[in-house]
RNA sequence: GCGGGUGUAGCUCAGUUGGUUAGAGCGCAAGAUUGUGGCUCUUGAGGCCGCCGGUUCAAAUCCGGUCACUCGCCCCA
């Protein structure tokens, strides 16, 4: 009989349990964080409807363009997995009584698909713990929004680059654009033959371009500044001041455009040395038209979204605490053994029981999973007093035989 | 989607111009060692050589395809 390939699909993975831990870990401290500054739980679905991206991210962006998962139901319905989490979470939003009670600060995880090459630090399902503060043009909440990220990447002990940016209106970028694609006419020919397609599609694209013929081009070429107006700045000057009086770091980065359609004004992005291309790991801005694509009312709103299996890559792991956990190694005294777990797990201890025969191959075995272990035979039952072994040092401990007089002990 | 690299034991890797039964270290199991591990020694288990096909008397080795990983591009978290 052929078995079935154990191999998960392309750019999927399983989580053994010292990578799920790091996960769990990783999502546990963000959610602590984002709590603390009162954002709230949503949870939306996994599949959607394929319009709702399109209207939102952008039918020509290449989230949608090419590497959507993207299916026909059986009642004949263009649906797919979600991409990204913003859209989602924006027509939930709207969707329901939230909407009349503004601003709204709420955050969301879970798994997001795009079909594209795996590599490391990027995969076709892969985990975003996003934020969304829905319902405020206060710049004051485009720097709160940073400062949190910042604190996370902090927390977790990874050191990041901070871009910003600001892109303006919808107006001041169709203005900019015009006069950015005149300029970059007259270099036509000298352009990469990438970036002589995006001058059709998307030409702020060009700005971000890795070729260098592209780079010695664009660093003459006029800055998205200089199209806009003095409030869009003013606006932008707050942000920043906002990152100044906290003492964040940040470089302006003209040439930062966000791939998604619904970004003006601030755009952001944390990014690390230690990935490769897949340099971003927090990324975000306002998306004052999002809800205008998507009902035709404005609501201007900020957000970002961070990658966790990045940030499962970066973070330093011993950060993680670990958990106090014992093991009871019985001679022959399953009950008493099995008893005095229960005790102990009655004080939220970690502890677990272990059979063997072999004393010395059962405080191996211990040695694998706990920190302590106590022997139990004939003579702890008899004395009623226990030993307690610390396996990293090899400290013993005699006490009562009583759960809580162990907890104490150690 | 485009270009390069890799795939041999649980892990890290050897494996000669194609040539008997594919190896090592670490890890795992048993014993030396029947009430307190980690050292040492002995022994042992564990392989569709990623998968499918081709060339050949003979393939881990050569060829084609495929799957997965990886690096760069694209893009993004």
New binding site residues.
Partial sequence: M??I?L???????DFLPNEAKIHLYIIETIKKIVESYGFSPIITPLLESLDLFKRSVGEQ???VG??MYAFVDKSGDDVCLRP?G?ASVMRAFLNSPLSQTLPARLYYYGP?F???????????Q???F?CEFIGTNDPRHDGDMIVMASRILNQLGISYILDINTIGTLQEREHYKKVLVSFLNDHHDAL?I?SQQ?LQT?PL?IL????PK?QLITANAPSILDSLTPETLHFYEEVKNYLKHFNIPFQENSRL????DYYSHTTF???TKA??????????GRYDDLSKQMVGKSLPSVG???????LSLLCDQSKISPTLSIAI?H?NQPWAAYELCENLRDFGVKSLVIT?P????G??????SCDY????????IKNQQ??I??????E?YQTNYCAKDIIQTI
């Fill in positions: 052929n078995s390939t191999q998960p699909k392309r750019g999927m993975r962006s290449d989230i090419k590497e990204e913003t997001m795009r079909y594209e090459r795996p590599q490391k630090g990027r995969y076709r892969f985990d975003q996003g990469s990438q995006r998307n694209r971000d371009s890795k070729d592209d455009v966000r791939g998604l992005e944390f990014k990935l490769g291309s897949q340099d971003a790991i927090i990324a975000g970002w979204a961070v990658g966790v299996d990045r190694l001679l063997h072999n004393l010395k191959k405080i191996q075995l211990a040695e694998r272990v106590i022997v139990i035979g004939d003579e702890e226990l030993t072994k610390n396996l990293k040092n090899s013993q």
